[in-house]
């Protein structure tokens, strides 16, 4: 009878010990929903089962993310937070002030992620100098695509400067093809729009305008310029633009109706299922202008109770940083690897140069964050600035009063 | 005991409804007006800071176009709807042969959900797949309609679809008004030799006003919530030039992290419900009274 008390005893005493080692598990709140992202979540999900975790899958469909935020806000509400979710940008900081991000430092410090990461990328993971979330993708937003064929038949280079895109555009529909396939959803007019304050205006500018939203940028010349060119680029749009999806948008280059799309780069994904090949049928290159947009999706830590849920945190923010799961994510994705040490000779053509680009970008100061994508600004902001944006291009509205409107709204976002 | 059972069974029974309406109705009205007042951002806060929010509402361009689509929409929406409801079950009225049949078919669009709806008619008006290019395909180069495309005019896109789907329902509602007219009143009009179109306009349209007072608030109500229709239809665009305030308090609450705004527009909304059914209630509770 003793010796059973004093086993028992020792069980729980094992156990006791145990807890500090427990398994790894985690609740992970993702909206990768579509066919190919799914896929890429697929091999994080084995990874972390091979390393003996446990793996609850919560995925919140619909509206870009919307949906899963909606989910995330309500269990942070009943104090049951998911122990981690996708969201990315400034609402990582966002949900830092709200005070429910956990430190993983530890992890961060272990593998040194700063050295691993580009600065400006690296400043969105950290919150008060503490680690609070972790990179998966880098997209570049700032991409023009191209069909071959079409320029090839039209002597057209791919454009550098935007009076270059301008001229080409006047062939192209001198030649009958129309020059620009966009659909007239607000944030697809964003993406073109910040891709224009961006060359236009120069990093510098766009830093100025969209990250600090200095009131002098908004409303100088350079901006009335941005707003004549959206103009312009209004008038190479075919008619029934309106409400289009992007990857129609995308068929009709590949298709030949269209000649140019401006589009992140899950626009390649849109080719390459398709079997067309980069250089070959489609051409990619950055949009006029020097610099590189940025659109990072990450995993934040949510602060939770257990020792087995802490460890699986430590193992999902360590795998998800790892050379393997970066390499294979990415080339399921069509984005690059957030971490600058990975080999990229399975990548395609496209993705080598974003990520030649993103090195070289993050060097000179260039690397920036997008802001039609929720990277650059907190939602408010982002979506006053939007509402302009799309107000204008959707109407006659005059550039000048497209500027004092942008810099009415944002002053009342505030 | 089972004499004061008997008094208070129907309180009793109704208690927990009672009891839900008032935390799940009301008190989710106090709490969105309380939030209406704060700085609430992604999460809601709770310290007051005075009416900043309606301040940014009564400044924000977009919340003005939202509140002139809805007068725009709502005032269209609801007198097209009657008159045509009250022109077919007029129509409908003259003892004709098959009126079963076409009854259930101007009555079906109402099956249909919003979203479909929205759906159908997008293509329909979509300037590159439907009407315009069907006409231009016939030969006639010129014709066009592409209101679909149109900021100026896509706030009437919607006003067709919403009456398309409706005005069956209203005709319903109005064809069994013509039948709960007093046939004795009518025959002795007739023997009096009073032409039709004074039976109808003297006799049973005065004595409908009752029908016409419920079938204003059922289309003002579905004008106010109108959300799915609009996102089916044109997702609020182009730019926002078709927004409604319920689209503009999803998109605050949800898409933005700007539940402050939300809750204020959410209160806007409220108080133009109230202007409609007060007055509603207040004549319907005075009649009781009588």
């Known amino acids: 009878m003793k010796t059973y008390v004093l086993s028992a005893a020792s069980a729980i005493a094992i156990a006791a010990t145990g807890a500090a080692y427990a398994a790894p598990e985690a609740e992970v709140l993702h909206y990768w929903t579509s066919g190919g992202e799914a896929k890429s979540v697929a091999v994080l999900q084995e990874e972390f089962a091979a390393n003996g975790g446990t793996w609850t899958d919560m995925p919140v469909a619909g509206g870009g993310g919307d949906a899963a935020g909606t989910a995330l806000r309500a269990r942070v509400l009943s104090g049951n937070a998911p122990t981690a979710a996708q969201i990315k940008g400034p609402s990582i900081q966002e949900w830092y002030q709200e005070g429910v991000l956990a430190d993983i430092s530890d992890v961060a410090e272990a593998n040194d992620w700063a050295n691993l990461l580009p600065a400006s990328i690296a400043s969105h993971m950290q919150c008060e100098g503490t680690w609070c979330a972790v990179p998966v993708n880098v997209h570049r937003v700032d991409w023009i695509w191209a069909n071959t064929e079409i320029l090839s038949a039209n002597g057209i280079e791919m454009p550098t400067t935007w009076d270059e895109f301008n001229a080409a555009a006047e062939k192209l529909q001198a030649a009958g093809i129309i020059p620009l396939a966009h659909g007239g959803q607000a944030w697809q007019d964003a993406t073109v729009f910040e891709t224009v304050v961006l060359g236009l205006g120069g990093p510098e500018f766009y830093q100025s305008a969209l990250v600090d939203l200095d009131p002098a940028a908004l409303t100088s010349d350079t901006m009335v310029a941005v707003f004549d060119q959206m103009r312009t680029l209004r008038g190479y749009v075919d008619d029934n633009f309106s409400g289009r999806d992007w990857n129609l948008a995308t068929a009709m280059v590949m298709n030949g109706e269209a000649a140019f799309q401006i589009m992140g780069d899950w626009a390649k994904g849109e080719f390459l299922a398709a079997g067309k090949k980069p250089g070959v049928d489609f051409t990619c290159a950055s949009t006029p202008g020097d610099g590189f947009l940025y659109n990072v999706d990450s995993f934040a830590m949510f602060e939770v109770d257990g020792d087995d849920k802490k460890a699986g945190q430590a193992l999902l923010a360590e795998l998800v940083m790892g050379p393997k799961f970066q390499e294979v994510f990415n080339m399921n994705k069509g984005s690059i690897p957030a971490r600058t040490d990975v080999s990229l000779d399975g990548f395609d053509s496209c993705a080598q140069t974003s990520a030649a680009d993103m090195t070289s970008t993050s060097e000179n100061g260039s690397l920036l964050p997008s802001y039609a994508h929720g990277m650059a600004l907190f939602g408010a902001q982002a979506g006053a600035i939007t509402d302009v944006v799309t107000a204008h291009f959707n109407s006659d509205m005059s550039s000048e009063d497209a500027v004092k409107m942008l810099s009415d709204a944002v002053a009342n976002s505030m | ?290």
């Open chain 2, 1 to 290: 005991m089972s004499k004061w059972l008997q008094d208070n069974m129907p309180k009793i029974v109704l208690a927990p409804s009672f009891v839900a309406v008032m935390v799940f109705v009301y008190g989710f009205i106090g709490w969105t007006a309380w939030v209406s007042l704060t700085r609430s951002r992604l999460m809601p806060r709770y310290e007051l800071d005075s009416f900043i929010q309606y301040e940014r509402l009564a400044t924000s361009p977009r919340f003005e176009t939202a509140m002139v689509n809805l007068f725009i929409f709502g005032t269209l929406f609801i007198v097209i709807a009657m008159v045509l409801g009250l022109l077919l079950a007029i129509l409908l009225d003259q003892k004709i042969r098959t009126e079963g049949a076409l009854r259930t078919i101007y009555l079906y669009p109402m099956a249909l959900s919003m979203i479909v709806t929205g759906t159908a008619w997008k293509w329909i008006l979509n300037p590159g797949l439907g009407l315009e290019a069907m006409v231009q395909g016939w030969g006639f180069e010129s014709f066009e309609f592409d209101w679909l495309v149109d900021p100026d005019m896509a706030i009437y896109t919607i006003v067709i679809a919403a009456i398309w789907q409706s005005s069956g329902f209203v005709m319903a509602l109005f064809l069994a008004g013509l039948r709960s007219v007093d046939e004795e009143i009518i025959k002795a009009a007739q023997v009096d030799g009073i032409p039709h179109w004074r039976v109808y306009t003297a006799i049973i349209i005065p004595s409908m006003a009752p029908i016409f007072l419920s079938a204003f608030i059922v289309l003002a109500h579905l004008a106010i919530k109108s959300f799915d229709l609009v996102i089916a239809l044109t997702g609020g665009g182009p730019g926002y030039a078709t927004d409604l305030p319920a689209t503009y308090m999803y998109a605050m609450a949800f898409s933005r992290g700007d539940i402050g705004q939300a809750a204020s527009s959410a209160m806007v909304m409220m108080l133009v419900v109230f202007a409609i059914v007060v007055p509603y209630l207040y004549s319907e509770l005075r009649v009781k009274d009588d």
